[in-house]
Structures are given as C-alpha cells and as structure tokens.
C-alpha cells in the first residue's frame, strides 16, 4: 500500500483525493490546503456568492465527514514551501515533513497583480478571503473600477452594479473578452453592459491618477501558475509544470493537474494551460487512474461558461484557430451559438444563452463528429442526430 500527498485543495486536488477513493486506491491521502476554509468551489466567488444570492456553506465540495469518512487525512492551514524529489518529501511552513510514494500538485494559479505604485489599495479575486474583502470594500464603495474586461472582471462589474454601484470597466483592447470571443459576442456583452449603467472604456490605460478617481479598485488581469515549490524540486516548468498524457512530470511519481499542469491539448493543437473547473475536474481523474493502475491518457473537450446578468455563455472547444464560422438561433434575442471551423472540421462552439446547443457541441467535438452548415443554421435539426 502506498501513500498519496496532494498539494492545494481546490477543484483539482479534492478530485484526485476523490477518485483514488473511488477507484480503489486504499493506501494514505494527505491534501495540504495553505487556506483554512473547508475545501470550496471557486467560480461562484465572481457571481453567486458576489452578489449574495449563494452562501460559503453552499460552495463547499464535501462537508467535513466525508473527508473523515473516506479516511482523506485534510490538513488545513498548511503551505508546501520545499519538495525533495530525492527523499521524496514534502516540507511545510509549520516545519511538519510529508513523505510520499506519488505526489500530486494541485497548486492552482495567482493572480497577475499590477504594480503596487499604480494600485496600492487595488484587489483581486481568487479565493475566499479575497472574496470577503471584496464584498467588505463594495457595502461602502459607490464607485468602483474594474481594470480588466475579461470573464472575471466582468463578472464582478455586473454584480457591482446590480448592488447599485457606479462602475467603470477600464480594458485596454479595443473590445471586451477579446483573447477568447469573436466581435460578434464581444459586442453583446458590450451592450448589455452598457445598457445595465457600468460605464466600459475599451483601449483604456490606468495610471495611480485614474484609479485614485475610485473608492474601490477591482484588478482582473488573468493569472499565473504556481510553479515555484516545483521549479525549485528540478521539475521541468514551462508556463506550469510540463506533463505528459497521465499528467506526470519530468519526475514520473510527481503529477501536476489543474491550473498549474501544463499539458499537450489536442483541441487546441498544441501545449497550453487550461484555467476552467473541467480541466481540473478531468486532469485529477487522470492522475488518479494512472495512480490506480488504470491508465488513461487525458482526451477531453475544454468547455468553460460565464454568467453576466440574464447571458449565460457556454464555450466548447478552444475558439482560436478557425477560418469560419456559422450562426445557429436568435441573434436579435441574444439566443444562439457560433459553431468554429477550421476548413471542414467542427473546432468550437460558443453558445449564449443555448445550454442544449452547448452539451451538443461537447459530444460532438469529443467524437469528432463534423456537422453541414446548413445543418446548424436550421433549428429544427437534430444536431446530436449525426452522432448515430
Ligand atoms: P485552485 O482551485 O486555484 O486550487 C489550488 C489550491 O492550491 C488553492 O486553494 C491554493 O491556495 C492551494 N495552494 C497553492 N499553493 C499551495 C501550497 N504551496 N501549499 C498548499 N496549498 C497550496 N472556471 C470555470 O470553468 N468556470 C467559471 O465560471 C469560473 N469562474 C471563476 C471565477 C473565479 C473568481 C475564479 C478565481 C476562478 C474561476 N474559474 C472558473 C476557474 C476555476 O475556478 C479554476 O480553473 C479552478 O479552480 C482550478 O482548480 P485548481 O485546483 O487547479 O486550482
């Protein structure tokens, strides 16, 4: 019998203690979590959870019996700060030494922070204790900038302004979500923006001048892995931790999964690091097959969704390397999806506000089934039908 430490406690690293379970594994668990709440989701932390509507208790992944339950040893409040590939060991922060036969890294990502003299009272989103000094700021902030038109800055602007707020976006592209929507959906949320009172600045720079304009200062400017306890062990890093198809890495009893894994994607064509709950979800499954003697190699569609006011916007597939693209549904209500192809073949598709269009493209893309495009502009077809 052997003994598992996972390091981070978030969507990845409460998977794989999960599915270790789940698939037989009986050996020790040890999840290190540097943070001391119980393990929780984090996507709600930029919308339900933001605008109230969700409690802390409803983002927990497990309460604390099931941990106690599946003999998963959950070790709160403790920080990794030294891996020792050789001794295969693990040090904390409070001294204590963890000893491993397979080690996972389940470190997640931090956000990329603008430089203190430009926003020295900025904040930012990742966790709950982000979370509750964000929502502290907004009961006596009236105004508020977000720096950064992406999924969560966005996110935070339409929950700011439904509390009453007088927001202002500041992005500096020339239009909102730009590294990941085509124009087309860019310009909706643009509008519904705009329509709900947040003042958005497209090709806007910040300066300490413009932002000391604001009571509140939200930051969301992406994010970067967490790769220093890896970096430092001798582990092959390179935008995360390079692994192959069974999220191992340049050490073979050392996997990486999640945010900081970064992996070959054959939807993408190439080596990226995927930020979304599937990744995560789906890598941890990996890793806890390889562990298990049950080998898989890691094959799934990327799908990833952002809520803003009444648009619900579901993406599967990776949207970046396409030459055309057909519409499907109700432009003028916001009610449709852009299906991506590169040549003849289906690469994505981003659905607002059509979740059945979205659970469609999934089974598509992962089949590698393509579709006519006169079949996707007619609503009345079947598009799982080319499936059978
Ligand atoms: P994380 O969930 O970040 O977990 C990593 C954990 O490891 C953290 O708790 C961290 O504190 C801990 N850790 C790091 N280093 C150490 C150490 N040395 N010792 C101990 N612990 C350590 N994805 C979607 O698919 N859809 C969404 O709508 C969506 N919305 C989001 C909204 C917000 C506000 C945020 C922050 C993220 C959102 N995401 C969304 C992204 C998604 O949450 C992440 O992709 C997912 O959490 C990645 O899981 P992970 O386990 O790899 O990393």
Same mark, same amino acid.
């Given at each position: 019998m052997s003994s598992v430490v996972i390091i981070g406690a978030g969507h990845a690293g409460v998977q794989a203690a999960v599915s270790l379970r789940e698939m037989g594994f009986e050996g020790k668990i040890q999840l290190i979590a540097? $943070?001391?709440?119980l393990p929780y989701q984090k996507?709600?932390?930029?919308k339900g959870y933001l605008n109230g509507?969700?409690?802390?208790?409803?983002?927990?992944?497990?309460?604390?019996h099931y941990y106690e339950d599946q003999k998963i040893d959950l070790i709160l409040? $403790?920080?990794?700060?030294a891996l020792d590939t050789r001794s295969q060991t693990v040090s904390a922060a409070s001294g204590r030494v963890f000893s491993y036969d397979r080690l996972i890294l389940a470190t997640g990502a931090e956000n990329r922070r603008l430089p203190q003299d430009i926003a020295h009272h900025a904040l930012y989103l990742r966790n709950m204790t982000d979370v509750q000094r964000l929502r502290a700021a907004l009961e006596t902030a009236k105004s508020v900038a977000v720096v950064g038109g992406g999924f969560i800055g966005l996110e935070v602007a339409a929950a700011a302004v439904e509390a009453g707020k007088q927001v202002t976006v500041l992005e500096?592209?020339?239009?909102?979500m730009a590294r990941v929507l085509p124009a087309v959906l860019s310009e909706v949320f643009l509008k519904r923006h705009r329509e709900m009172g947040v003042n958005v600045r497209l090709g806007a720079t910040v300066s300490a001048e413009i932002l000391a304009d604001y009571e509140a200062v939200v930051v969301g400017i992406g994010v970067i892995p967490n790769q220093e306890l890896a970096m430092e062990a001798g582990i092959e890093c390179q935008n995360g931790m390079v692994v192959n198809e069974f999220q191992q890495?340049?050490?073979?009893n050392v996997y990486a999964i999640g945010d900081c894994a970064n992996h070959y994607n054959r939807f993408a064509g190439k080596r990226c690091r995927l930020e979304s709950v599937q990744n995560a979800v789906d890598q941890a499954k990996i890793a806890a097959a390889h562990i298990c003697g049950k080998a898989q190699a890691y094959d799934s569609v990327p799908w990833f969704w952002t809520n803003q006011y009444d648009l619900k916007l579901q993406m599967a597939g990776i949207?970046?390397?396409?030459d055309s693209y057909v519409f499907r549904g109700d432009l003028s209500m916001d009610k449709f999806s852009v299906f991506y192809f590169k040549g003849a073949d289906l690469v994505a598709v981003d659905s607002l506000n059509r979740p059945a269009d979205h659970l469609a493209a999934r089974k598509l893309l992962q089949a590698g089934v393509t579709l006519g495009k006169d079949q996707i502009v007619d609503i009345n077809f079947k598009l799982t039908a080319v499936l059978t």
């Open positions: 540097d $943070e001391s709440h996507p709600p932390l930029s509507k969700q409690t802390a208790d409803n983002l927990l992944f497990r309460n604390a409040g $403790e920080k990794a700060v500096v592209q020339d239009r909102l890495t340049s050490e073979s949207n970046t390397d396409y």
